[in-house]
């Protein structure tokens, strides 16, 4: 069968987008949004003339890998020397404790405009614009919504955390830019691998029973796709789906339904699976020699395998994409075990031999291999920090214990250190730049100040929104709030443990996308763009899902309610996102909260 059938989006993400006006929204809607986002950070970017916050790391570290290839010392005090473009390049390698892709893309844009503040931050620039493009994309290939993807690219440029750091040369927004390009890529492996999972599996469940070997599970004997061809056509036209018969949907059958909603007409649908499932004697004796009751196996996962690259380029700026290959890894093995639950007699077997394994070899590795090639210029350049004439590999090694060491005993005194637990709700912004200066502001100071705030009411209403997500993946099994909610798991969670070490809010411009995505899946549930997918309503019980269901205009005024306040509280604090000249006292009517000082 070249095709796969139609199964339920909300429970697989396998249902193909619609090629309609909303397939060009999903696409030139974020795509317009990023173009005013780029804009929006590119004005006056090079308005701040001094190395900014942790820029003085890492500006000066690009800048000695372009011309040097590796990290060089530089002496104390060397930032006004520096900026003045009158340097003197030093040799001696420099002990540095994240790895070095972001300062290479920080280090071309030094190329490309020179040694000046345009230079320093145009990587991050593009970076921060390119992840408000991302998370519509994301949005549109889970929901198929153009309008709603649109509006989540909205929402995140309307974050003053990824405004403030897509305005300084810091690597935390090039770790973000990498992370959700594997998420992209992971959506897309789901599209695309779910499908063909699924049509494999009923067939190696056909398979099975045809040979006689289904009798250790004789309550799954009943399938969805044996209603007989006859009453499957009376369902569709009768539009009673009370008339389906409870035993086609056994409760672990409950993720194999195969209605979908239909685009373009506001009925309810059902589509049986086709005849094609049954196989030829020929194809059963060939399963049967293989053996069929461990269950397909695709050794070849190309989106699986492009996420892992994107991921090893975000270990390769930090270390906490460690976290993400981690966390999403365990994610499709959790999508991998709820498919062969439904089918396979040994289903945590098949979902670790042949499902788990190679996803593993699609992911893993390919990350490794990603991760050591970004050292590249360290084991070419026998000046770089480390080198002791011995073995390249031990010197590596004795590297990375070293930056281990760093990374797990960092412990000083730092005004804007914050604790984790007060991430989500953005209570202490990380201050980066405060500034006397000049200016006709009548009585009163002029300031500039840079302040990695959040918008205050999209992290407010993201953190009431996670509730819902967390509903979704654990209670209703919405694999879409699941993909969200590990998204906070990979990007939140491992603080948790580290709550102790000198950390600061900033760190949250690489939740803030899955805060984004929480709101969005929020409104969409309140807007009616979109239902959770209830097993227990809609795929357990009837095999049916309905398009949509009756929505309050009320509901649909408050989201856009709620978008409108978002957008004016952004503009209210854009000046101190991006630096902007104002008298002190406004500085001090947006400090809403004592802690934000």
């Not at 974050?159 to 998420?183: C, H, K, M, N, P």
């Not at 709620?562 to 957008?567: M, Y």
Request: hydrophobic share 50%; charged share 15%; net charge positive.
């Amino acid at each position: 069968m070249k095709h796969p059938p139609m199964f339920l989006r909300a429970e697989f993400g396998a249902l193909p987008l619609p090629k309609s006006p909303a397939a060009r929204w999903g696409c030139y809607g974020p795509l317009v949004v990023m173009l005013v986002a780029f804009a929006s950070r590119l004005w006056r970017l090079g308005a701040i003339k001094t190395l900014v916050f942790d820029e003085t790391y890492y500006v000066k570290d690009a800048y000695g890998l372009i011309k040097r290839g590796y990290e060089v010392q530089w002496p104390k005090e060397y930032d006004d020397i520096f900026i003045s473009g009158h340097l003197t390049l030093p040799t001696e390698g420099a002990f540095v404790v994240h790895p070095s892709v972001g300062k290479w893309l920080i280090g071309l844009g030094i190329e490309l405009l020179g040694n000046n503040p345009w230079g320093w931050r145009l990587a991050v620039c593009l970076a921060g614009s390119i992840c408000v493009f991302l998370v519509g994309r994301i949005v549109w290939h889970l929901f198929g919504n153009g309008k709603m993807a649109t509006l989540a690219s909205v929402l995140m440029a309307l974050d003053g955390v990824q405004i403030a750091l897509s305005r300084t040369a810091i690597l935390d927004i090039l770790l973000e830019l990498f992370i959700l390009l594997g998420v992209v890529f992971l959506v897309r492996d789901q599209l695309s691998y779910r499908p063909k999972l699924l049509t494999a599996l009923l067939r190696a469940d056909e398979t099975r029973r045809t040979l006689g070997l289904r009798a250790k599970r004789p309550d799954l004997r009943l399938a969805p796709h044996e209603i007989a061809p006859t009453q499957a056509a009376n369902l569709m036209t009768s539009n009673q789906p009370e008339k389906v018969p409870a035993a086609a949907n056994p409760a672990r059958y409950r993720s194999l339904a195969v209605a979908i909603p239909q685009e373009t007409k506001k009925t309810w649908s059902f589509s049986p699976l086709p005849r094609s499932f049954r196989k030829s004697p020929q194809e059963t004796k060939k399963a049967q020699r293989k053996g069929s009751l461990l269950g397909p196996v695709f050794w070849w996962r190309p989106w699986l395998f492009a996420a892992g690259i994107a991921w090893g380029l975000a270990t390769s700026v930090k270390w906490s994409g460690l976290y993400v290959v981690a966390v999403f890894g365990i994610f499709v093995f959790i999508r991998e075990l709820s498919a062969r639950w439904a089918t396979e007699p040994y289903w945590i077997s098949s979902s670790v031999l042949t499902g788990g394994i190679p996803a593993f070899l699609n992911l893993v590795p390919i990350t490794a291999v990603v991760y050591v090639g970004s050292w590249l210029g360290w084991f070419l350049n026998p000046n770089g920090w480390g080198h002791t004439g011995g073995s390249v590999w031990r010197d590596w090694l004795e590297y990375h214990r070293q930056i281990l060491n760093f990374h797990t005993t960092l412990v000083s005194d730092h005004p804007y250190k914050a604790s984790p637990w007060g991430w989500l709700l953005q209570l202490r912004p990380t201050s980066f730049y405060y500034q006397k200066v000049a200016g006709n502001c009548g009585k009163d100071q002029c300031i500039q100040t840079v302040t990695s705030l959040g918008n205050p009411l999209l992290w407010w209403f993201g953190a009431l929104a996670l509730v819902v997500v967390i509903m979704g993946s654990l209670v209703f099994l919405d694999w879409r709030a699941g993909l969200v909610l590990a998204g906070y798991f990979a990007t939140f969670g491992p603080w948790m443990i580290y709550s102790n070490r000198t950390i600061f809010t900033f760190y949250t411009v690489v939740i803030s996308p899955f805060v984004v995505l929480a709101v969005i899946y929020t409104l969409g549930v309140m807007m009616g763009q979109w239902r959770i997918c209830s097993d227990k309503n809609w795929v357990g019980r009837y095999n049916l899902v309905p398009r949509s269901f009756p929505v309050n205009q009320v509901q649909i005024y408050l989201g856009l309610f709620i978008v409108a306040l978002i957008f004016l509280v952004a503009v209210y604090f854009f000046p101190i996102w991006t630096g902007m000249t104002m008298p002190q006292h406004q500085f001090y009517w947006r400090m809403w909260l004592s802690s934000w000082i």
